[in-house]
């Protein structure tokens, strides 16, 4: 692996652990967001920081890299919902920030940047 892709290995697992803690400190920021027709939003807000936390360890080992990574890229797919949904529903507040329709198609636009991220480092390991 070269020294880009470990440090982009580094940031990604910070980014992922963090994303993931920040939904048990600040739960109200993602039922914002959530698509009126979720069922159980809480539940699956706990499962998400549950998903977000566990994968982006998994994917410090490089025995389970490759099937973190492809978890990531499949959450990120599932939550393209959830981004859909807020550019339609923008503007809107999120705590102390307005998210304008161009913020919520510019973070649409973002998740497919996330998704290609998280699948950079599937193609430099191995199935375990």
Do not use: C
């Not at 990120?76 to 807020?86: D, G």
């Amino acid at each position: 692996m070269d020294k880009y892709k470990k440090i982009s290995l580094v940031i990604l697992v910070a980014f992922y652990v963090l994303a993931g803690l920040n939904h048990f400190r600040d739960p109200g920021f993602y039922y914002a967001v959530m698509p009126n027709n979720l069922l159980y939003p809480e539940t699956v807000n706990l499962l998400a920081g549950i998903a977000e936390i566990s994968l982006g360890l998994l994917l410090i080992p490089s025995k389970t890299r490759y099937w973190a990574a492809w978890g990531i890229v499949l959450m990120l797919i599932a939550f393209l919902q959830i981004h859909v949904s807020m550019a339609f529903k923008a503007p809107m507040k999120l705590n102390s920030i307005t998210v304008t329709p161009f913020l919520a198609w510019l973070r649409l636009f973002l998740q497919f940047v996330l998704i290609y991220w998280a699948w950079w480092h599937t193609t430099d390991t191995k199935k375990a």
